[in-house]
């Protein structure tokens, strides 16, 4: 296994690069606005870096499968309480790995309506 980067933004920046060369997927765009730092697929947004959190769009049972392990956090976009269902935030210390769950978040989009 190879050793994962030192911080949040070089792991988003190695996510960045392996899944551009997919089809139909595009990079993140500067911009402070929502999104503008998100991964998409199809012109949805599947991956983000967040507070130097990833977060990524998966189905609801696999986001609170991830919850319920320890290994993300619900997201809260404004932290405000209002929590994303299909959304999870995932910790640069955690020890799940980001780049599969980015695949997930991937194909998952891709897939949906």
Do not use: H
Not at 5 to 28: F, G, H, K, Q
Request: charged fraction near 25%; glycine fraction near 8%; include cysteine.
């Amino acid at each position: 296994m190879s050793q994962l980067p030192s911080d949040a933004e070089e792991r988003y920046a190695a996510i960045i690069e392996a899944l551009c060369a997919e089809p139909n997927v595009t990079s993140p765009r500067p911009g402070n606005r929502f999104g503008a730092a998100g991964l998409k697929i199809n012109g949805k947004i599947f991956a983000m870096l967040v507070r130097g959190r990833l977060v990524v769009k998966l189905p609801k049972p696999r986001v609170d499968t991830l919850i319920g392990s320890g290994e993300g956090e619900p997201y809260d976009p404004r932290s405000d309480g209002r929590l994303m269902k299909e959304w999870v935030s995932i910790e640069p210390t955690s020890e799940a790995e980001w780049l599969p769950l980015a695949q997930e978040a991937m194909k998952f989009v891709a897939t949906k309506g």
